[in-house]
């Protein structure tokens, strides 16, 4: 207890010199062990007694120390973790962060190209590891985010960061992971003009032309991968490739249930190698259907109203016992209203649906081992095991509750994260100016 | 001489005689004389007296007699009416018939009222010109007079009463001004003002204000035309078109305020509100316009149609029977029905569920006759009267009912084949020189006026046969299979039935043909409707989570004893373990150990947290369109409490989340928004029992990116204020002119006109109105304590206030009370250097803080809001828990009755499954004024409920649409709603929700 006090002391003071943006962390250069930790694993399992060694940004040791006790004298530092909770990184999945920073600023929007179908654009190469929010995020225990394209009907290719870089090619984990594509809502205009949102006939019409749209290009896609030599370069043919080799993932963004047996049916014909729903609100209707295509689910935010006025008023807080129990893979977004800087809420979202039916260990799966297996990182990521990147923090108390989310050390590939930001600073600079003291 | 004829004019002004007209004749004269004898008909005088077997007398436009034993005059032409029946005609409410609809341009200039929305200076009658096709449509309904306005505005001006005889049009008009007409919607008009709901009604009264001003200015006003005009037609009866039902009582609220009466265009809904209008004695006028069932063949497709639809498919047709029955005065109008057919149906229905034929014979005649003060000309059948009247077949409501003739003024008007027409229905045997028909059977059948035939072969085997009439000539085809021929006959048929012509043959021989009748269809045949039906009892709201009015009686608990929980009182005495609480006729009795209560319901408390019920001093929930009048930078005058709407489901939902009361504000559209509302979310309660009463009045106000249209687009770039700058001097302005206003109201020797939007910011400098204003940044926040010291009132609330942290001691310093967000930022340029943070600061410095939501989803977590400040700058739970509990009451001043545990207090509470401030606390119950409004348990009952409902109205409505009803296709009405809703929910609240 007394070294992590001490440990934590010194990186005060380093901080000092830190101006409004934290430093991105060094490389790790000395071996780490923690010891005296509850080891929330992100596989559903809870060590009580635990301890984790890394070197070069690896974790080489978890153990339970209630069953085997290792030597320890290996270890360039050893901390005392005084019992607090230790994390996988939580992971933000299907958000604009970086791609957005003011919502009403418009000069600082990047996340939705002109044009309806724009699979060349891709948000790595726009993620901003300036953004303020960023920090802001990282503070309650999110370490690794997809940055996410919308709008249109194919969006744009997602990327997968971490939330600690000089720069967005220190950031990428993967730089083109899937393309994200808007399945029109059969339930819903697309752009309703006054006239039009009374007319059956006129909504079928232009959902089928839309549908059109989004099957041209991938009929084109199909047959550009046959021709032996492109005459002609298609940048946007070119980008859907990977739908069809299997190296890039189909996020669906799909809500009604009868869409989403339309649009899966089609992918799965024309040969899409990997699909992941996204929002899915109906899927929970079709669980036979998802089951049976293998589908994972990234249902949204858990913080939602229902979408009628009939639904159980706390449907959305429920969906994910409801899945869960159904033995399907998913994890879920924050995509809304509030999206980046929300996204803080992320691990409190996971408490509601321990509220609702979950066990918390559960809960804690679904934003780390389930996104990563879901965005395929789980060799790397979502879970504290040997062999896979030291992305944790520990808290000192639990950390999908508001109350006691409280993050004492963040480590990201073994390097240790600045926690505080530009909001702690004003915070430190007012309680200062009235004289009362931060604690 | 010449007063005498105007006088005598004036009087009989509705039977003009050809010496009355200006119109110089051309050529011979030839006035035309008529007296019509209608026999043997069932004649229904009026809605209480009907003859069979009647005659009545008509001379010119008159009606001279009517009875059972008349003489008949001998200069009479006889019609036979037979088997049918005579009504009065219809006369029609609510219509634009015969209109000019291109008004004449009127000079810009003119001195009308500054508001483009107030036409009362137009007058139907000067722009009625009788149109020969549209009044032959309307005949057909059996209408024969007309009341026509203009619908465009909001005070829309005179309709006249016209009759639809074809005819001069100077003639056709009965009376020049019979009603005023009014909606709640701008029309046409181009102005921004009103651009909502609560503006139109703001500006309605701000009329009806002036109009009095104008009155007791004697002359002295400048002078105003549509003032004048107003004024001229007092007396006459004032419609309002309205939208739905509740608008009926923000109306009658105006109606109240200047004791005048109005009465209202419904839309079929009115039922759902039936308690409250049996105490009116307006008129309700209602169409018949009734939802047709859902194409639910697709499982998936009933799911997006909502119980709501469902039910007023079902009960709709009941309205007029509920109306009825609760001793509503109500008129009907064929407005909303396309045909004549599809009204007739309509009515039927509403007979079937339980209208009485003869009180919908009065809402289409004598009601309206009544209303429009001519029941002693027209209405009735009664001597005396004008000869408007409907021949038909059948009584009204019956099947096969339809009209034959349409008599108005003493014009004939033949609809169908016209009341001498034979009715050939019958069974019959032919006498024919073709011996392949000649003694065989056929049967006619089927509607009056197009039946079909059968043709019996032999006994067993049948042709069908195509009937065609034409007054007495009958054609008739059908094929004989076995030879593959066709035969046709034409023939006259006389009174007795019988048909005489020819049938020509196969080979072209055209042979004598003659049938005679035999007897009358059999009872199956003609198809009497004998459908029995139900229908649900209306819930309130008449939706998913109404209640039904059996239900208040288990609810209404006199008295509740919550055992053994962890009481979190805010008062003193912290957070008590293992207490018990009674409440008694819905306020907190007493809090102790282990205290027993006899007669109360017990709720076992053990291991759970009962607290005060939550308030959110920012919301935006049950009000209808619009929260902004964005119209103007100031709109002072509107009031949120005149848009309620309590069958928003938020209100529910936000109970599930233990809210018990929200401050409705209006959005941040302008620098001097509207008055707030404050509301208890009793839900299952009607718009004025949601309200808190005897609540401190207040208004809001804003600052910032929304006042000054920063993110309004390109277009919005001309209103003042565009600049902080603008917006101080803005206030210093309007203030300043309140003053001025309240000098002139005490010194003036003239009547001061009376303004609303000056009125209540006088109540602001008289300190009996708080003001929560909207506010980001430092700078403004500090702008505005400046301006409100020196003209000498006080800020209550900033509202939002996420850089309230940089001014706390300012803001301690002029007492103002803050309410925030806990951690939003970002969304905007003045919330960059928002910090989490922010309620912590305020409150460790001094300023009574709370959380808001301005958010219809976060409204129901703000306990986790709340606990963000624990998080954030290390609170105590206690004083976290006071962020959105007492704080809140405090800022609004209800604290001595709401707000904490306490003994006396109202007992407003929540219990939850867990510490409050905990991510896995659940609501149990929530409580206001002792009576639980949401529950765990009755959560789950009334889920249950639903589904059971929409599964038996699934079934209802296949087997409807198995049965012959038109259907149509889902609507999306949900999806697509809510989609707006959540556009409009966020802190940019100013975006127009009315377009």
Known sequence: MKKLCTYIWMFVITIGITAQKPTPAAKQTKSIRIYNVKIHVGNGTLIQDGEVGFVNGKFDR???????????????????????????????????????????????????????????????????????????????????????????????????????AWNWEDAAIKMEDGLHINWPNRNMMIYPSKSETDDENALRKKRNITIGKIKDIMDRTLTYMKEAQHEVYNGKCEALKGLFTGEKTLYLHVNAEKDIIESVTYFESIGVKKIVLVGAYEAYKIIDFIQQHHLSLMIDRIHELPKTDDEDVKL???????????????????????????????????????????????????????????????QQLGSIEVGKDATFFISNGDALDMMTNNLALAYINGRQIELKNSQYYLYEMYMGKYGLEVK | ?????????????????????????????????????????????SSTKTYSNATLVIKDEKIVDCGEKINIPKEAKVIDCTGKHIYASFIEIWSDYGLNTEEKTKSVDAALYWNDAIKTDFSAYKYYAHQKEPAEKWRKFGIGTMLIHKQDGIMRGSGALVTLADIETGKNIVKDEAAIFCSLEKGSSTQDYPSSLTGVIALIRQFLYDVQWYTAMKGKAEKNISIESYLQLKSIPIVFDINNKADIFRLEKIAKEFDLQFHYMGNGDEYERVDGLTSLSSNVIVPLKFPKPYILNDPYDADIVSLEDMYTWEIAPANLHILD???????????????????????????????????????????????????????????????????????????????????????????????????????????????????????????????????????????????????????????????????????????????????????????????????????????????????????????????????????????????????????????????????????????????????????????????????????????????????????????????????????????????????????????????????????????????????????????????????????????????????????????????????????????????????????????????????????EINMLMHVADSLGFKVNTFTHILEGYKVADKMKAHGVSASTFADWWAYKFEVYEAIPYNSAILTKVGVNTCVNSDDAEMARRLNHEAAKAVKYGGLSEEEAWKLCTLNPAKMLHIDGQVGSVKEGKDADLVLWSANPLSIYAKVKFTMIDGIIYYSEERDAELQAYNQTEKNRLVQKMMQTIKDGEEGVSPARKQFFLYECETMENHDYELIQIVD
């Open chain 1, 62 to 164: 978890v153990n339970d120390n209630s069953k085997t006790h290792l030597i320890s004298n290996s270890y360039d530092i050893n901390i005392d973790g005084g019992g607090k909770h230790l994390y996988p990184g939580f992971i933000l999945t299907n958000s604009t962060i970086g791609l957005r920073e003011i919502d009403a600023v418009r000069a600082t929007l990047d996340y939705d190209e002109a044009g309806d179908i724009t699979p060349e654009v891709r948000a790595i190469t726009t993620y901003s590891t300036d953004s303020k929010i960023i920090p802001t995020i990282r503070f309650n225990g999110v370490l690794i985010a997809q940055s996410t394209p919308r709008y249109g009907l194919i969006s744009g290719q997602s990327s997968i960061v971490q939330l600690d």
């Open chain 2, 1 to 45: 001489m010449m007063r005498k004829i105007t006088l005598l004019a004036t009087m009989i002004l509705i039977n003009a005689p050809a010496w009355m007209q200006t119109n110089p004749l051309i050529g011979i004269k030839d006035e035309k004389h008529l007296v019509v004898a209608f026999t043997h008909a069932t004649i229904h005088e």
């Open chain 2, 325 to 779: 029955s609760n001793a509503v005065k109500y008129l009907i109008t064929t407005a909303g029905n396309g045909s004549p057919n599809d009204f007739f149906k309509s009515l039927k229905k509403a007979i079937q569920y339980g209208l009485k034929k003869e009180k919908a014979l009065y809402a289409l005649t004598e009601g309206p006759a009544r209303f429009l003060k001519v029941e002693t000309e027209l209405g009735t059948l009664e001597k005396g009267k004008w000869a408007n009247l409907i021949i038909t077949e059948e009584e009204l409501g019956n099947e096969g009912f339809c009209i034959l003739e349409n008599w108005i003024r003493g014009n004939q008007y033949i609809i169908e084949r016209g009341a001498e027409a034979i009715d050939i229905r019958g069974n019959y045997t032919i006498q024919s020189d073709e011996g392949l028909v000649n003694g065989k059977n056929f049967m006619i059948k089927g509607k009056l006026n197009s039946p079909g035939g059968e043709f019996f072969i032999n006994d067993t085997v049948k042709t069908s046969m195509e009937i065609s009439l034409d007054k007495q000539l009958v054609t008739a085809s059908f094929l004989l299979k076995d030879i593959k021929s066709f035969m046709r006959i034409s023939a006259q048929v006389n009174k007795d039935k019988l048909w005489k012509g020819i049938i020509e043959n196969q080979k072209g021989e055209k042979l004598a043909f003659t049938a005679t009748y035999t007897s009358a269809l059999k009872e199956e045949e003609t198809k009497k409707d004998k459908q029995v039906v139900s229908y649900a009892e209306p819930r309130y709201p008449n939706k998913a989570y109404g209640w039904k009015k059996s239900q208040w009686k288990e609810a209404e608990v006199k008295s509740y004893l919550i055992k053994n929980a962890t009481v979190w009182t805010n008062e003193k005495d912290g957070v008590l373990q293992g207490y018990d609480v009674v409440t008694e006729n819905g306020k907190i009795k007493s809090i102790g150990k282990n205290l027993s209560c006899t007669g109360c319901k017990i709720i076992d408390g053990t291991g759970m947290h009962l607290t005060s019920g939550i308030i959110d001093e920012h919301s935006h929930i049950a009000m209808t369109r619009g929260v902004n009048e964005g119209g103007q930078s100031s709109s002072a005058e509107v009031r949120m409490g005149d848009v309620l709407n309590a069958e928003d489901i938020n209100i529910y939902r936000q109970l599930s989340g233990g809210v018990t009361i929200a401050q409705l504000l209006h959005g941040s559209a302008n620098a001097i928004g509207g008055q707030s509302a404050l509301i208890k979310l009793r839900w299952g309660k009607t718009e004025d029992e949601l309200l808190f009463k005897g609540a401190p009045a207040f208004i809001k106000f804003a600052l910032g990116e929304n006042v000054k249209q920063s993110n309004w687009g390109e277009r919005h770039h001309t209103r003042y204020p565009q600049t902080r700058m603008g917006v101080e001097q803005f206030y210093y302005e309007m203030f300043n002119r309140a003053k001025e206003y309240a000098t002139k109201k005490k010194t003036a020797k003239d009547p001061v006109r009376k303004d609303l939007e000056l009125e209540i910011l006088c109540e602001i400098l008289d300190g009996k109105r708080y003001i929560t204003c909207h506010s980001y940044v430092q700078s």
């Open chain 1, 316 to 378: 959305p807080y429920r969906m994910a016992k409801i899945l869960w129990d159904a033995g399907i893979l998913f994890t879920f977004s924050h995509d809304g209203d509030m999206e980046v800087m929300g996204s803080r809420n992320l691990p409190f979202n996971a408490g509601t649906t321990v509220a609702y039916g979950l066990e918390p260990e559960q809960a804690v799966q679904l934003i780390t081992l389930n996104a990563a297996k879901i965005l395929g990182i789980d």
